[in-house]
């Protein structure tokens, strides 16, 4: 949005608990963002939930429901419709501040309570009495790491005093009296830097009887900044600027209406960046056509820039476009919209939320004032894929947003793909990822630390040549003819776990590997050549396996013996493929099978499949055990009526089941659950059904559930054989790095990962490994010197799906050595609390 917005801080997280605890919400396979709006809207803001703040002069309607000039959405679109501050006048600016709102209009009455053109909402949308702030004429505003609130507008008095068009409230509200820096004309865009400096924009030429044109920099006491660099000739800009954003260097980027900036040789078309002393930035010069309103510094450090303009550097660019860092144009990202887009801002999840006076994105019409965009640029609109042939059987989640898919299937989204297939953002078929023509099933799917993906099944080509039951294929879609293990004819592979030497292990119901006798498991080096130290043997299927941070291995199915002793459907090895003797628990049942495992962040393991008990207690088809195999009796029996053929953990501990189950705890649930820490039903997640059996579930890093099986519903919504469920609840990353620790931060319905990997860059594409994170409370850290050099950090975090460890989440942070010690929720780098 057009003025700096504060996020809240790791406190007013806590603040949230009670209101995401206590509120349920519905899962939709219509999962594409719902927000609709009547008029124009002018601002939002975002919190740490992720909830959408919007406000505005014009509209009166929100999803159809009457709301005026203030609304507050779910993160998927939907109205929150607990959320009533009901003003009787027009907004101008708002911010988050901590888990309260404060917000500047015209209006008189809000939240329940008088007030005077400025107000702080609590949570709940009601007026806190305890700021008593009033002003007329505002329309900027930013609150500091204090909770004091700087605002800027037309006015030149405030509460009697003299304030011309600046003034800066204290947190009770009162007038801040060592404040009073003289604006001669009005005040549309501030920004707060970490030092506590304010950075001013609008339309004056003179602050504190000095000139400057349309952009100041004050000390914190309100003081002209005179370290601040001023071209004396041309003290600022020969045009209206409208927002101001810094980055994590200190660097600063105004936006506005302009042709020149500090010089009147120097062209600088409608944004400018200057350097930290205030010079005019010469390596940064992108051509906008027409007025830039509001920009958005992600944490990798590009700059996403909104506003009136439709060409930049003379090429078409329909009111969003996205900067690498250097200012040249993001030819990745694909947002575009049918009318001026006046703010932007970014969720935790990374996607992002436009409002404006548009009707269309991106070709889509209908699309009325507020939309919600992929990190690619993409809208977030319904998945509705459809899979021709057999189901996906298995699926991996990218970290770029990718879903690939494994399954019997002969076309994915109207694309030729056989068995094998790789999906974008809105489930539409990746055309970069070419038909690897797997010539039948594909039961498993793994990621190489190379990038390179393997495939596991009974297929007999692969490529359109012959190579049978496991492939390796490029990010491309080429097969790597180099890997090409042999299996008897009559066996298949079901499971693959790469361990964190690059090894392979593979199960299933195979004999031979290449050439030589393996009953049903076996460890192949990463070239496909088989590690023949691995002598661990199974009497019958495996069917997954899942590797432990110590380097054991669990293995899953149907067997009831390994190595030549008995163990029933679960067995674990060490890591030279020896049995581990120490742990044997036993599934119980006529027909026993295990499907899926998970090593839960507390180091249990979570079992699912077919079986009726464990150790000799009722557990039907799912149950935990202790690290030691022995039955965790704190997880409660469920009392599913069908097989559970997936797992996906959340950061916050709560289970997404998938299968062939109609009920879970004596309640429908058919074929996909949500299941809390000890095993009871979660209500939040409310009554759903696929009309039949999921095979493959992955949980993106959004938050979304996807899934693959034999139903054409879900919810009773057309969806052929691939879904994406969405749920309104939580989905938080934040990456923060100082000069000795990098930590990543996750929480709420975040995939829970098993192990994560940093890594650096000095160019945003290639990447070092900088080690292995160590699990602390809720976080991965890695204590290592010199963290923070300038440069790209990435936080890779890995988590199980459908037998294997592929499935992985990342976010990149870019930081500079110079930038100011890292805060939680500082999502844009700059040393702040403010994401918003």
């Given at each position: 949005?057009?003025?700096t917005?504060?996020f809240?801080?790791?406190t007013a997280?806590i603040s ?6 206590n509120t349920?919400?519905?899962?939709n396979?219509s ?14 803001a ?6 959408v703040y919007?406000a505005?002069?014009?509209?009166t309607?929100?999803?159809g429901?009457s ?8 993160r ?7 959320y009533n501050?009901?003003?009787?006048s027009?907004l101008?600016?708002?911010?988050v501040?901590?888990?309260?709102l ?6 008189s ?5 008088a007030s005077?053109g400025i107000?702080r ?5 009601t007026?806190?009495?305890a700021f ?7 329309g ?7 909770a004091?609130?700087v ?11 003299p304030r011309n ?6 947190a009770?509200g009162?007038v801040d ?6 604006v001669?004309?009005a005040?549309?865009g501030i920004?707060?830097q ?8 609008g ?7 000095q000139?400057r044109?349309r ?5 914190v006491?309100g003081?002209l900044d005179?370290t ?5 000739a041309?003290?600022?800009s ?11 260097d200190g660097k600063?980027?105004v936006c506005?209406?302009?042709s020149r ?10 944004i400018?960046?200057?350097n930290p002393?205030g ?10 056509g027409?007025?830039?309103y509001?920009?958005?510094i992600q ?12 060409t930049v550097n003379?090429?078409?660019?329909q009111r969003?476009?996205?900067?690498n860092m250097n200012g040249?144009?993001d ?9 001026t887009?006046?703010?932007?801002d970014l969720?935790p999840?990374?996607k992002m939320?436009i409002?404006g006076?548009?009707?269309?994105v991106?070709?889509?019409p209908s699309?009325?004032?507020?939309a ?9 609109t319904?998945t ?6 057999s189901?996906?059987a298995?699926?991996?989640s990218?970290g770029?947003?990718?879903t690939?898919l494994?399954g019997?299937f ?5 694309a030729a793909r056989?068995?094998?297939a790789r999906v974008?953002?809105?489930?539409a ?5 070419a038909?690897?023509?797997?010539t039948?099933w594909?039961?498993s799917l793994a990621?190489?630390?190379d ?8 297929f007999?080509s692969?490529?359109g ?10 990010p491309?879609g080429?097969?790597?003819?180099s890997f090409?293990?042999t299996?008897d004819?009559?066996g ?11 090894k392979?292990v593979?199960g299933?119901g195979f004999?031979?590997?290449?050439g030589v ?5 076996a460890?192949?080096?990463a ?6 130290s ?5 009497d019958f299927?495996?069917d997954?396996?899942?590797i432990q ?6 293995i ?8 030549g002793?008995p163990r029933?459907?679960i067995?674990r090895l ?5 049995l ?5 628990p036993v599934l119980n049942g006529?027909?026993?099978e295990?499907l899926?495992?998970?090593?839960d962040?507390?180091g249990k ?6 079986f009726?008990?464990v150790?000799?207690n009722a557990r039907t ?6 690290a030691?195999g ?7 029996n469920?009392?599913l009526d069908g097989?559970?053929?997936?797992i ?6 709560t289970i997404?089941i998938s299968g062939?189950?109609e009920?879970?705890g004596g309640?429908?649930?058919?074929k996909i659950a949500?299941?809390?820490t000890?095993g009871s ?7 759903t059904t ?9 949980l993106?890093r959004?938050?979304k559930?996807?899934?693959g099986?034999?139903?054409?519903a879900?919810?009773?919504?057309g969806?052929g054989?691939?879904?994406a ?6 989905v938080?990353?934040?990456l923060?790095?100082?000069n000795?620790?990098?930590r ?5 319905y975040a995939p829970?990962v098993?192990r ?5 860059s000095t160019?945003?594409?290639?990447y070092v490994?900088?080690g ?13 010197p010199?963290?923070?050099a300038?440069g790209?950090?990435?936080a890779r975090?890995y988590?199980g ?9 990342e ?7 110079a ?11 700059d040393?702040k609390?403010d994401v918003?």
């Amino acid at each position: 949005m057009i003025n700096t917005r504060i996020f809240a801080s790791f406190t007013a997280i806590i603040s949230l608990v009670a209101f995401w605890t206590n509120t349920s919400f519905a899962q939709n396979a219509s999962d594409g963002f719902k927000g609709d709006v009547n008029g124009v809207v002018g601002r939002v803001a975002i919190d740490t939930s992720g909830s959408v703040y919007i406000a505005g002069q014009l509209f009166t309607s929100v999803n159809g429901v009457s709301k005026s000039h203030l609304a507050r959405l779910n993160r998927d679109g939907t109205l929150d419709t607990t959320y009533n501050p009901n003003p009787n006048s027009t907004l101008q600016g708002i911010a988050v501040s901590g888990s309260k709102l404060v917000v500047v209009g015209g209006f008189s009455s809000i939240g329940g309570g008088a007030s005077g053109g400025i107000a702080r909402l609590n949570y709940d949308g009601t007026n806190d009495g305890a700021f008593t702030a009033s002003i007329s004429g505002a329309g900027a505003l930013a609150v500091d790491t204090s909770a004091r609130v700087v605002v800027g507008g037309h006015f030149t008095t405030v509460g009697g005093l003299p304030r011309n068009r600046l003034v800066r409230f204290n947190a009770n509200g009162s007038v801040d009296p060592t404040f009073a820096p003289d604006v001669d004309s009005a005040v549309f865009g501030i920004a707060i830097q970490p030092d506590g400096k304010v950075l001013i924009a609008g339309q004056f030429n003179n602050v504190n009887g000095q000139p400057r044109w349309r952009f100041a920099r004050l000390n914190v006491d309100g003081s002209l900044d005179n370290t601040f660099n001023v071209n004396a000739a041309y003290p600022g800009s020969n045009g209206t600027t409208y927002s101001i954003h810094v980055q994590a260097d200190g660097k600063i980027i105004v936006c506005g209406g302009f042709s020149r900036f500090g010089d009147p040789n120097i062209t600088r078309s409608n944004i400018v960046r200057l350097n930290p002393n205030g010079t005019v930035d010469n390596s940064f010069s992108p051509n906008f056509g027409s007025a830039t309103y509001d920009a958005r510094i992600q944490p990798d450090g590009k700059i996403l820039v909104v506003g009136l303009f439709t060409t930049v550097n003379g090429a078409n660019a329909q009111r969003i476009v996205r900067l690498n860092m250097n200012g040249t144009v993001d030819t990745g990202f694909v947002g575009s919209a049918g009318d001026t887009i006046l703010d932007v801002d970014l969720q935790p999840d990374g996607k992002m939320v436009i409002v404006g006076s548009f009707t269309s994105v991106n070709g889509f019409p209908s699309i009325n004032r507020i939309a919600n965009l992929y990190p690619d640029g993409r809208l977030n609109t319904d998945t509705n894929t459809t899979v021709l042939g057999s189901p996906p059987a298995t699926m991996l989640s990218l970290g770029n947003g990718m879903t690939l898919l494994g399954g019997g299937f002969t076309s994915v989204g109207g694309a030729a793909r056989q068995g094998m297939a790789r999906v974008g953002w809105t489930g539409a078929n990746d055309s970069a990822f070419a038909n690897p023509q797997l010539t039948g099933w594909v039961y498993s799917l793994a990621v190489q630390q190379d990038g390179n993906y393997l495939a596991g099944g009974d297929f007999t080509s692969a490529g359109g040549t012959p190579q049978a039951k496991l492939a390796r294929i490029t990010p491309s879609g080429s097969i790597d003819g180099s890997f090409a293990p042999t299996f008897d004819t009559s066996g298949w592979v079901n499971a693959i776990a790469v361990q964190g030497d690059g090894k392979i292990v593979i199960g299933g119901g195979f004999t031979t590997v290449n050439g030589v006798s393996k009953g049903r498991i076996a460890r192949l080096n990463a070239t496909g050549s088989l590690d023949s130290s691995f002598t661990a043997t199974a009497d019958f299927y495996v069917d997954v396996i899942a590797i432990q941070s110590d380097g054991k291995i669990v293995i899953g199915g149907a067997f009831e013996n390994v190595n030549g002793s008995p163990r029933a459907g679960i067995a674990r090895l060490n890591a030279n493929g020896t049995l581990d003797t120490s742990f044997n628990p036993v599934l119980n049942g006529i027909v026993r099978e295990l499907l899926d495992i998970k090593i839960d962040k507390n180091g249990k393991i979570l079992i699912a499949g077919a079986f009726t008990g464990v150790n000799g207690n009722a557990r039907t088809n799912i149950a935990r055990l202790n690290a030691d195999g022995s039955f965790d009796a704190s997880f409660i029996n469920p009392n599913l009526d069908g097989a559970v053929h997936n797992i996906a953990e959340t950061v916050l501990g709560t289970i997404y089941i998938s299968g062939n189950f109609e009920n879970v705890g004596g309640a429908p649930h058919a074929k996909i659950a949500l299941l809390n820490t000890d095993g009871s039903v979660n209500p939040q997640f409310a009554n759903t059904t696929a009309n039949d059996k999921i095979l493959a579930m992955t949980l993106r890093r959004d938050g979304k559930i996807m899934v693959g099986g034999y139903f054409t519903a879900i919810n009773g919504q057309g969806r052929g054989q691939f879904a994406a469920i969405s749920y309104p609840q939580p989905v938080i990353y934040d990456l923060q790095v100082t000069n000795d620790r990098i930590r990543w931060y996750r929480w709420w319905y975040a995939p829970e990962v098993t192990r994560v990997v940093f890594e650096r860059s000095t160019d945003g594409v290639n990447y070092v490994p900088l080690g292995s994170g160590s699990r602390t409370a809720g976080n991965w850290d890695l204590n290592i010197p010199n963290a923070n050099a300038t440069g790209f950090i990435r936080a890779r975090g890995y988590h199980g799906d459908h037998s294997d460890r592929g499935s992985f989440t990342e976010q990149v942070q870019y930081v500079a050595k110079a930038s100011p010690k890292a805060v939680p929720f500082d999502f844009d780098g700059d040393g702040k609390t403010d994401v918003g």
